[in-house]
Nanobody
Framework: QVQLVESGGGLVQAGGSLRLSCVAS????????VGWFRQAPGKEREFVAT????????LYARSLEGRFTISRDTAKNTVYLQVNALKPEDTAVYYC?????????????????WGQGTQVTVSS
């Protein structure tokens, strides 16, 4: 199994930035990719970005590309999500998830392990 723990969320004013972290433990060598998703109250879980563990190839939700940047540090078993120019509509619980199989996916159902989430609240 792979365990994931997110951190770095908080309350920030519109226009601000945050860096979210996702620390993986357990059988991390089985991980193909780690993705970030978010879920706002009353809405479905939404894909944000994903990155392959070995090569660092990444995909983004088209509407978020340019403000969000995903990266990973394999030595620290950590995946980061840098979020800039935050807007009130970015308010959500942000989750990281580990996928064990190819291909790289933007679909939440294809990820195998999930963290507990970190709350991001953006005030106007």
């Amino acid at each position: 199994q792979v365990q994931l723990v997110e951190s770095g969320g908080g309350l920030v004013q519109a226009g601000g930035s945050l860096r979210l972290s996702c620390v993986a433990s357990g059988r991390t060598f089985t991980t193909y990719a780690v993705g970030w998703f978010r879920q706002a109250p009353g809405k479905e879980r939404e894909f944000v970005a994903t990155i392959t563990w070995s090569s660092g190839y990444s995909l983004y939700a088209r509407s978020l590309e340019g403000r969000f940047t995903i990266s990973r540090d394999t030595a620290k078993n950590t995946v980061y999500l840098q979020v800039n120019a935050l807007k009130p509509e970015d308010t959500a619980v942000y989750y990281c998830a580990a996928g064990l199989r190819q291909p790289l996916s933007t679909t939440a159902a294809l990820y195998d392990y999930w963290g507990q989430g970190t709350q991001v609240t953006v005030s106007s």
